[in-house]
């Protein structure tokens, strides 16, 4: 098999770079040219100037969901010119009733399943990234980036630009502004060709995508399927110089789990700036000293319940957000929130012709990072100073062959983890998608660092009779009682072809038992693994349901010496349609091994119970009115009681509901309701609630209320080995006023705190209030 992907890879190195094809943006699609008016206009929502007499015209002629390039429903223009230093786009949205409009006023990046219009742009047409931007009828921004090497859309990343919206008798209409300080192009030519498409969404029983042109459902790539956009003559990005000072100050209490414990009070206030220089339109500098890298909105809830792998929280600080795309690769080897509180940070991203560049560099106060395994993983902390570097290049010879490096280093006095990858993505035609990517790391821990994981000062493991209950050993004690440097490698190749009523996929990844990615989040390792999956799509006429797709996939898992951990066959079913409706919902048979019976060795064969499971799951979302989103998502069936090694069954119930009170109220909540039984009982019951209510006062301006309880109830006679709580609470609350000039001019004032209950606590007794004010200011130079 790896001759054969060997062989593969070098055959589509050679036919990408002497392919002519182009999969870009392509005026064949859509082409609209730009007129450059050396004048500016007011964002106020109305198009009086008489520029807009000269800007260019276009038509939103195209449904392209769930209708399949169809006529759309209703009329949409847009309008657009540019400066010399700016984009501007108009959009007269029409609609027969426009008492029937959802709109709302929402805090930025909350308006999805309002009627929207917005604006995709690939600045070097090369099918590799694109802005996005969209505005509802209010004029409340949306913006997010989607990489077509990823194939993820991510809306962390938020741009400095102006919109303003409102209504009229005939439907509604939005202005737009787009600094060319955003964009990174080449500004070497004198006229630009980038890649365009606009959009309106517009919802009704079903959300009805429109478009300038058509959409291709038989060609997998949709950034291949842009039109293009001539013009700009002239453009740049001026100085582009960014410069944000903050002030931040919190005064908190903390106490022991007592409710007659003395409270402890810590103060603290800090200023730091932010840095932000476009050096040239396609090189951009980002620094940062003394950073508020402090979180204002609370994490969603989640349960780490009868879970053996560390929990993933995404990462939400603005410095990192910044061009982060331009480090992503198809393996998540780079996650910023291993850098928890740098005192500086540092990073260059650039771009040129085919060409793309990214350094980051910052401290922390500590190594925090993952300790892997193949049936489990942790967090890790070491007490010193680290620094962290990422670098990336990219080379795109020919628009349908990529080939990329990475290298990370994670380094501290009496520890290190250096590694380097480098990957591949090949589109030999529309339908065919090859990716490939190698990584190795050398890694080196401190000689006691395996101490932290055995819970008990003596972790000496050589005695025969160890037992999952009675021994101080785990796999992550294993895995870093290490002697000196350890080294490893991973490896992972994918091909997937997509055509507009099928598909079939298969991927095959081996990563070393002594790999380590701390800069990333790989959570696993010393496995293989071989998944080959595909599905049917059909796309009814007349129908409540728009979209209905069959499919499943099969794979198989070992460890490194070949012993079987997982074999999984799913098959899954999922239909979209009338009340924005979507469904999906699968059944899961699989075999897969539970803990090991004797923890102080690393076997599988021998060492494991292999554990039969057949599960089944459903998802569903639908807006039954346009106020009012509700959601389910649960599954039932077997399971693993991996504290005590045996078979279980599990039920778990996760309904929601995003009501919208008025234009500016919001309710959002979640309830997580988790069941697992044995056969003499019921293990436990554990409820998760996640209650945010928002009220958005203007379009700068919200009040937050947010709170996430938890509850575990565990009956402590079922535990074989252990002696748990019967009764565990925590709750946590948090109350945010906010002022977004914008998304970097910014004044938040709250308040949070914390309680916790467990059999010694009979009530939930407070630990941590926090009382905390932060604001910031963007100088546009």
Not at 55 to 66: D, R
Not at 186 to 204: M, V
Request: charged share 20%; proline share 3%; with cysteine.
């Amino acid at each position: 098999m790896i001759n054969f992907f060997r062989a593969v890879f070098i055959t589509s190195i050679v036919s990408a770079v002497v392919s002519q094809n182009c999969f870009a943006g392509s005026s064949q699609q859509f082409h609209l040219d730009i007129p450059t008016i050396n004048q500016e206009v007011e964002i106020d929502g109305d198009f009086n100037e008489p520029v807009w007499q000269q800007a260019a015209q276009v038509m939103l002629k195209y449904e392209t969901s769930p209708g399949e390039n169809i006529a759309a429903p209703v009329n949409t223009y847009a309008k657009v010119f540019a400066s010399k230093s700016s984009l501007y786009f108009a959009f007269i949205a029409h609609d027969p009733s426009p008492e029937n409009i959802r709109v709302n006023l929402r805090d930025r990046d909350k308006s999805w399943g309002d009627d929207m219009v917005g604006i995709k742009l690939d600045t070097f047409n090369n099918a590799r990234l694109a802005y996005q931007f969209f505005i509802n009828a209010y004029g409340v921004q949306s913006d997010s980036i989607e990489n077509e090497l990823t194939g993820q859309e991510s809306d962390a990343w938020d741009g400095i630009w102006y919109s303003k919206g409102k209504l009229t008798e005939q439907g509604y209409q939005v202005e737009i502004q787009l600094p060319l300080r955003l964009f990174n192009f080449d500004d070497s030519h004198p006229l630009q060709t980038w890649g365009l498409e606009l959009i309106r969404f517009y919802p009704r029983n079903e959300t009805h995508r429109l478009s300038t042109h058509q959409i291709d459902r038989n060609v997998a790539c949709q950034l291949c399927q842009l039109g293009t956009v001539s013009g700009l003559a002239g453009a740049t990005q001026g100085k582009d110089l960014q410069i944000t000072p903050s002030f931040v100050a919190d005064q908190s209490e903390q106490r022991e789990l007592a409710q007659t414990g003395p409270w402890q009070d810590n103060t603290n206030v800090e200023a730091g700036v932010d840095l932000r220089w476009g050096i040239t339109p396609t090189t951009l500098l980002n620094a940062t000293i003394n950073p508020d890298f402090s979180q204002v909105e609370a994490d969603a809830g989640q349960l780490d319940v009868n879970n053996t792998f560390a929990l993933f929280f995404p990462e939400k600080r603005a410095f990192f957000l910044d061009n982060k795309d331009y480090f992503d690769t198809q393996l998540d080897l780079l996650h910023t929130r291993n850098i928890g509180s740098p005192d500086y940070g540092v990073k260059l991203t650039s771009k040129t012709d085919d060409h793309t560049f990214a350094m980051l560099a910052a401290n922390d106060i500590q190594s925090q990072f993952l300790v892997p395994g193949n049936l489990s993983s942790d967090i890790a902390v070491i007490n010193e100073q680290s620094h962290n570097v990422a670098t990336r290049y990219r080379f795109d010879p020919s628009k349908q062959f990529s080939v990329g490096g990475l290298v990370t280093l994670k380094q501290a006095d009496d520890y290190h983890n250096y590694l380097a990858s480098v990957d591949v993505k090949y589109q030999p035609t529309k339908q065919d998608t090859f990716t490939a990517q190698y990584a190795h790391s050398q890694t080196q821990y401190p000689d006691d660092f395996f101490n932290q994981f055995c819970g008990r000062d003596d972790c000496n493991y050589t005695f025969d009779d160890c037992e999952i209950g009675d021994c101080a050993i785990n796999e992550r004690v294993l895995r870093t009682d290490k002697d000196g440097e350890f080294d490893d490698a991973m490896y992972n190749i994918a091909y997937q072809h997509e055509r507009r009523n099928w598909y079939v996929s298969t991927n095959y990844e081996s990563i070393g038992s002594d790999f380590r990615a701390d800069l990333g989040f790989i959570d696993k390792v010393d496995l293989t693994k071989y998944v080959f999956g595909g599905g049917y799509i059909w796309y009814p006429d007349n129908h409540f349901f728009s979209r209905i797709e069959l499919g499943g996939d099969w794979d198989i898992t070992h460890s490194q010496n070949d012993e079987r951990l997982e074999q999984e066959t799913e098959m899954f079913i999922e239909f979209e349609g009338g009340l924005q409706s979507y469904i999906a919902t699968g059944m899961i048979q699989r075999e897969r091994v539970g803990r090991r019976h004797n923890p102080s060795i690393i076997d599988i064969d021998g060492n494991t119970t292999l554990f039969e499971e057949t599960l089944g799951w459903l998802y569903t979302n639908f807006t039954p009115v346009g106020s009012l989103k509700l959601e389910l998502d649960m599954y039932l069936g077997d399971d693993i009681d991996f504290a005590n090694n045996r078979p279980a069954t599990v039920h778990m119930y996760n309904p929601g509901i995003e009501w919208k009170i008025t234009e500016s109220l919001v309710l959002d909540f979640s309830h997580r309701y988790q069941t697992l039984d044995v056969d003499d009982g019921r293990l436990f019951t554990a409820n998760l609630s996640d209650v945010r209510l928002n009220w958005q006062l203007t379009l700068n301006s919200f009040i937050r209320l947010s709170s996430v309880y938890t509850r575990i109830e565990r009956d402590p006679n079922l535990y074989l080995y252990q002696n748990p709580d019967k009764r565990y609470q925590d709750l946590g609350n948090e109350l945010l006023y906010g002022y977004k000039l914008n998304p970097q001019s910014v004044f938040y004032v709250g308040y949070s705190d914390a309680f916790v209950a467990n059999d010694d606590i009979d009530s939930l007794t407070q630990q941590e209030k926090t009382y905390f004010m932060k604001m910031s200011y963007a100088w546009l130079l």
